[in-house]
Nanobody, 115 residues
């Protein structure tokens, strides 16, 4: 059974930083493109960043230059370093493959940025 477990969220002031982790179990994702998604209250779940199996990355315009996605294939773990956080980054953050696999959604981790 595949499980993706997100962690590292919290409450931070605007301008602060957080590092999210996504630990995968049940299968290896080293050959998959994988990404971070987020869902703010009352809004749809949006793609934040992806990293391909070969290491190339893509970012949503809203986070470009502030967020960095990375992966450790040995640990089967995905990361998201978030710097210069803004109140509009407040959301529940999830990891999943890209494109998504509906069965892989975890509980997510809450990120709240205060102004």
């Amino acid at each position: 059974q595949v499980q993706l477990v997100e962690s590292g969220g919290g409450l931070v002031q605007a301008g602060g930083s957080l590092r999210l982790s996504c630990a995968a179990s049940g299968r290896t994702f080293s050959m998959n493109d994988i990404g971070w998604y987020r869902q703010a209250p009352g809004k749809q779940r949006d793609l934040v960043a992806t990293i391909r199996s070969g290491g190339s990355t893509m970012y949503a315009d809203s986070v470009k230059g502030r967020f960095t996605i990375s992966r450790d294939n040995v640990k089967n773990t995905l990361y998201l370093q978030m710097n210069s956080l803004k109140p509009e980054d407040t959301a529940v953050y999830y990891c999943n493959t890209a494109p998504i696999a509906l069965d892989y959604w975890g509980q997510g981790t809450q990120v709240t940025v205060s102004s």
